[in-house]
């Protein structure tokens, strides 16, 4: 005959295991900024400030000024923009791309799903074999770029191209291979060894980016 201690222990152990086995012990987490932020993201706001406005974002409606080398406006909604995403594992970009744009050759460290509002765009993503995968989009596609492999979109319609990104993080990560490159004071000469341009082409691609050396 179990005692009503032993159930109660049981009881108390599967909670228990239910609990440590969940990946938070906490509902939610709105990023406070006063503190720093560390691996699992930014220490929580008391809940007691909170109100339903720590919980939506606005301004994923509104198109983003596009007059920039890539013919691109990224609109976030990241911890960083949305703290409510703070250790939620999500987060979502609006992309605008003008006539000719692109999104640059860029990777990050989750997984991302598109959703192509107006387009087309050629969509790409390279897989660790040097395999590309890519795929010319319209409205109302998806498509997975898998984590940390490189990617693109170019926008090949007669119009301003537009999709949603959902990524499996709320601090993805970004890192645009051009500008990364370009964009510092690595020397030339450097450069020139590590991806085989020559001098003129990483001297060219180091002013548009605002490298030095
Ligand atoms: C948060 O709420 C607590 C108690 O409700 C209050 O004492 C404190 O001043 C509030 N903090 C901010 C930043 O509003
Ligand atoms: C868009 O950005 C460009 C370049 O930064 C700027 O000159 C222009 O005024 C901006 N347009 C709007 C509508 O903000």
Known sequence: ME???ITLFLLSFLLFSTLSSATSVVDFCVADFDYPVGPAGYPCKNPA???????????????GNTSNIFKLATTFAIDTTFPALNGLGLSM??????VGGVVPIHSHRVSELILVIDGPIIAGFI??????????????????????????????????ALAFVSLNSASPGFQT????LFGNDLPTNV???????????VKKLKELFGGTN
């Not at 970009?93 to 003008?98: C, E, F, V």
């Not at 291979?177 to 990364?180: A, I």
């Open 3 to 5: 005692s009503p201690k």
């Open 49 to 63: 400030n909170l109100t339903v406005d720590d919980f939506v974002f606005s301004g994923l409606g509104v198109p």
């Open 93 to 98: 970009l609006r992309l605008d791309i003008g």
């Open 127 to 160: 897989s660790e074999d040097d395999t590309v995968y890519y795929k010319k989009l319209y409205k109302g596609d998806i498509m997975i770029f898998p984590q940390s492999l490189l990617h693109f979109q170019v926008n090949v319609g007669d119009e301003p």
């Open 177 to 180: 291979t051009t500008p990364s």
């Open 191 to 201: 450069i020139e060894k590590i991806t085989l341009l020559d001098g003129a082409q």
